[in-house]
């Protein structure tokens, strides 16, 4: 009989090497699977991805996560929280810090407790020494518990967020570190040590430490843990993804109006967004937090970024509304008003704020100083700014430096102006605005040009950018493009001074004087006591040679400030211009009444005074203008022309004088006779009446 052959297998060494090999890899596999610490960075973990029905609106803060506090176990019934007042209030009158824990558990009120017990009222002691604000004493005391007390999940993770708060960051990362080694899924822990992460600048970590947090969260935290991802991507300069990410927080918390701030900010950044979009994520963002005045401000910041400074002003005043005594929104609100060439408004509110730091007193003294148009002033507190070795909002004051430059004609710092300013996300346009601005007065028209064609190109909707963009073109001999740019600035800012000022100037200079005339009458209905447009306004009249309304004009400039003596000399030159010589120097009279340094006005006196062959007073006058100003060549030409007519002019003057006066006495007797006369026969009446 044949004895049939077993197959034996593989043999017991093979099988040991088999079990080794899958053991290695379920070891690996499970490494993958849970946090590995490794320079501070963490691995995925594939957890439920799914959207969580929980979402609410909660904090829009991205504080530290604190998990709901809910004690481990079931501790002895004889743990009161009366224990733990009385043992807190222990605590805060001894030095623990170099005490062991044995002498720490000698305190008065855990006597009586079991070891393990102690160790859990100190815990919960350190719990509320932390609700108290004192972080330093509770991880301290945290610290001196037992390292199997210290880590379990509560006390680990209070540890390290005591740490944090104590700005410890360094330990803390550590902490967070070894409790997501032993709680993995701690959402807390995994949120917490992200925000360490950014907080350190440590961006490329904390999207790692972010993306765990991710896959580790649900709900109201995955919100927060894209959220913070996106501002980690943000802060990378990768904007795509961080505008992914606050689009994926926004699914899981739709309400909360800090992640579409954030969007609206990526945005920004990206060109495939419309200005539209932007606005419409900035408006989502301030209407879901109508009391937070941060996304008003945000948003207001960004049309002034646009040089939308109409939309802004009104972006400004709802920020204002809603916090109206925070600085910064005062500064960029000053700052709006001032670019929008509103210097009255600006100055008011600069001078508003209450309580600004040394570095917001400065910027706001410098707007008040250019709101003033007080140049020496606004120098000095530039010297005093440029000594500052630290200075915060060091844009915003490079832009208001920039501002003064372009109104002084300082052609030395404009020449070394740094054009990373441009790059800027609130004051990179409106510098590139100013600078064009700064290049036009210094007459380099084609750089300027390629700046202001880009503004407008770039910001279709900014009256401003198409408002430099046509003086550019008019200076580069483009009249019609140039009237054009004008024309459209004008209509979609109509309401602004400073627009329809150009645009009416620009009209008046090609020789445009109806369509000057027809600006400046819009202008005047929204300021109607705008000086400078009156005067301008009867300069064209006065081409037109509608007088008439040239001199009212001038007279209603005038009356609108009495101080105002450069109405009065172009009323009087007016006057000249039409050959009311008489007419004028009585104009010139009263301006010399009121100012008697005027040289302009002393100057038309005297060749008026000339014309009508009165050399003495026009050579007097003369005189009277080289006391002044020893170098006039006008009145050095008049003396030179007519020096030798003085003494004939005198004596010639004199007789006409003296006959004046033998006539103006021959009038006063006949008007004297005349009265006697009808004084005599009123007489007469009188008693023929009685009778």
């Known amino acids: 009989m044949t004895t049939p052959k077993y197959n034996k297998g593989l043999s017991a060494p093979a099988l040991c090497a088999i079990a080794l090999v899958l053991t290695v890899i379920l070891l690996i596999v499970e490494h993958a699977q849970r946090e590995v610490i490794n320079d501070g960075t963490l691995i995925q973990i594939d957890v439920d991805d799914s959207p969580s029905e929980s979402v609410d609106s909660g904090s829009d803060d991205d504080e530290f996560d604190i998990p709901k506090s809910v004690p481990e176990g079931q501790p002895n019934g004889e743990i009161t929280n009366e224990v733990i007042k009385d043992t807190v209030l222990a605590l805060s009158d001894y030095d623990f810090s170099k005490k062991v824990l044995w002498r720490i558990h000698r305190l008065e009120p855990l006597k009586g407790f079991s070891e393990a017990d102690k160790n859990e009222i100190l815990f919960r002691a350190a719990v509320q020494l932390f609700s108290n604000g004192e972080y330093k004493k509770a991880h301290t005391l945290i610290g001196k518990l037992p390292r199997a007390m210290r880590h379990k999940e509560r006390p680990g993770f209070y540890y390290a967020l005591a740490l944090s708060k104590d700005n410890e960051i360094d330990r803390a990362i550590r902490a967070y570190q070894g409790q997501l080694e032993r709680f993995p899924h701690h959402q807390a822990s995994a949120i917490n040590y992200g925000l360490l992460l950014h907080d350190a600048k440590q961006y490329e970590k904390a999207v790692k430490a972010f993306k765990y ?113 925070i600085v910064d929104t005062i500064l960029m609100q000053s700052i709006n008003y001032l670019a929008a060439g509103n210097l009255d408004k600006a100055k008011k509110t600069a001078s508003s704020a209450k309580q600004p730091s040394d570095d917001q007193e400065l910027l706001l003294n410098l707007i008040i100083a250019l709101s003033d148009q007080d140049y020496n002033k606004a120098a000095e507190v530039v010297k005093a700014i440029d000594k500052e070795k630290r200075f915060d909002n060091k844009n915003l004051y490079h832009y208001l ?61 900014s009256a401003e950018a198409h408002l430099i963009n046509g003086q550019l073109q008019l200076h580069n001999g483009q ?31 090609f020789e445009r004087y109806k369509e000057s005339i027809k600006i400046i009458n819009s202008l005047l209905k929204n300021h109607p006591k705008d000086i400078e447009a009156l005067e301008l306004k009867a300069q064209a009249h006065h081409a037109i040679g509608e007088n008439d309304l040239a001199r009212a004009a001038y007279t209603e400039a005038f009356e609108l400030d ?22 004028s120097l009585t104009v010139l009279k009263d301006l010399l009444d009121r100012d008697s340094s005027y040289i302009a006005a002393r100057e038309l006196k005297a060749k008026i005074l000339c014309e009508q062959r009165r050399f003495a007073e026009c050579l007097s006058e003369a005189d009277k203008i080289l006391g002044l100003d020893k170098d006039n060549e006008k009145a050095k030409a008049l003396l030179e022309k007519h020096q030798d007519k003085r003494e004939i002019a005198t004596d010639s003057e004199d007789s006409d004088s003296e006959k004046e006066r033998a006539e103006m006495d021959a009038d006063k007797a006949d008007k004297g006779a005349k009265a006697k006369s009808k004084k005599s026969s009123d007489k007469k009446t009188t008693k023929k009446d009685d009778s």
Do not use: C, M
């Open 401 to 461: 430096r920039l501002k003064l430059a372009v109104i002084s004609k300082d052609e030395q710092y404009i020449k070394a102006f740094n054009k990373d300013l441009f790059e800027d996300s609130i004051v990179g346009w409106p510098s590139q605005l100013e600078y064009a601005r700064a290049l036009l007065l210094l007459e380099q028209y084609e750089e300027a040009q390629q700046i202001a064609a880009t503004l407008a190109e770039k910001l279709p909707n």
């Open 479 to 509: 009249e019609l493009p140039g009237f054009n740019s004008l024309k459209h600035a004008f209509n979609i800012y109509p309401e602004s001074r400073r627009v329809a000022f150009i645009y009416a100037h620009e009209n008046f200079k």
């Open 213 to 325: 947090a991710v896959n580790t969260t649900s709900g109201r935290r995955k919100a927060k843990s894209y959220r913070n991802l996106g501002k980690a991507y943000f802060e990378l300069g990768e904007y795509d993804k961080a505008a992914k990410r606050f689009k994926k927080a926004i699914e899981y918390q739709p309400t909360n109006s800090t992640s579409w701030l954030h969007l609206a900010e990526a945005q920004q950044k990206l060109p495939k967004f419309s200005q539209k979009e932007v606005l419409e994520t900035y408006r989502k963002a301030s209407s879901l937090a109508p009391n937070r005045y941060t996304p008003a401000l945000k948003r207001a910041n960004y049309l002034f970024s646009q040089l939308l400074f109409a939309e802004a002003e009104d972006g400004y005043a709802e920020a204002r509304k809603r916090s109206s005594g």
């Open 562 to 583: 009495e101080k105002n003596i450069h109405s009065i000399y172009a009323l009087a030159k007016l006057e000249s211009d039409l050959g009311n010589k008489q007419q």
